[in-house]
């Protein structure tokens, strides 16, 4: 499948100018670029190929794929935004949200596995039902439903352990969410009757694109495929 490039010229509005491999947005006049507010900054232009004093031209890439700065870990694959105003990039955050409590060992962290604000729109929904019943899985639309097993007074028996097991394990459930222990909890206690809808998810609008590559730490420039 063909890669097609696109570079444009911007005038630089930062004072100081810009380097390269930096996240650069639509400057306050016509042809114009500077570094982003802050993070997840929107009227994203693209990423700069090269650096270039205020006022004058500098090449900005559109389409294809860039090197951009982190300003942390990257995992490949992984959507990224803004991470701050000097135009490095993060994972974009992806919706997550918590069930059980963590002093009862069966607090779960479920989290979204579409990124932007398509993951806030997700709702797990733990159901404790009926005697003797067995575990299951099922998904309608973007609700996973958990139907915990019971014994014969109707009392939930499914640890949270065996709950995130489920969820990997389904096809369906799986391409939606996954779940983990959250802090210190160790899973081994029985999950309760509970619906949470996730949230945290970064504005899809405002994803520049996807990770070719991982990054370990601040200051690494990995390859970005723009979706911009």
């Not at 059980?100 to 929904?125: C, E, F, H, M």
């Amino acid at each position: 499948m063909p890669n097609y490039v696109l570079d444009k010229a911007y005038k630089v509005e930062t004072s100081g100018g810009l380097s390269s491999c930096v996240v650069v947005v639509k400057g306050d006049y016509d042809g114009g670029c500077k570094l982003p507010a802050g993070e997840n900054d929107s009227g994203i232009l693209g990423v700069t190929i090269n650096s270039a004093t205020q006022n004058h031209f500098i090449t900005v890439r559109k389409n294809g794929i860039a090197g951009i700065i982190s300003a942390g870990a990257i995992s490949r694959g992984d959507a990224v935004c803004v991470a701050d105003n000097t135009g490095k990039i993060k994972s974009a955050g992806k919706a997550s949200a918590v069930t059980g409590v963590v002093g009862n060992n069966n607090a779960i962290r479920w989290t979204s596995k579409v990124p932007g604000i398509l993951g806030n729109t997700i709702v797990v929904d733990i159901v404790v039902s009926g005697n003797n019943t067995p575990l299951s899985i099922s998904v309608s639309g973007n609700t996973v439903t958990i139907n915990s097993a019971t014994d014969g007074s109707g009392n939930a028996t499914t640890t949270a352990s065996q709950a995130i097991t489920a969820i990997s394990s389904n096809s369906s459930a799986s391409k939606i969410i996954s779940g983990a222990n959250e802090g210190a909890s160790n899973g081994t206690g029985v999950i309760a009757d509970e619906t949470k809808t996730l949230s945290g998810g970064e504005l899809g609008s405002n994803i520049i694109g996807y990770a070719e590559e991982s990054a370990s730490a601040q200051g690494d420039i990995i390859d970005v495929f723009l979706s911009l």
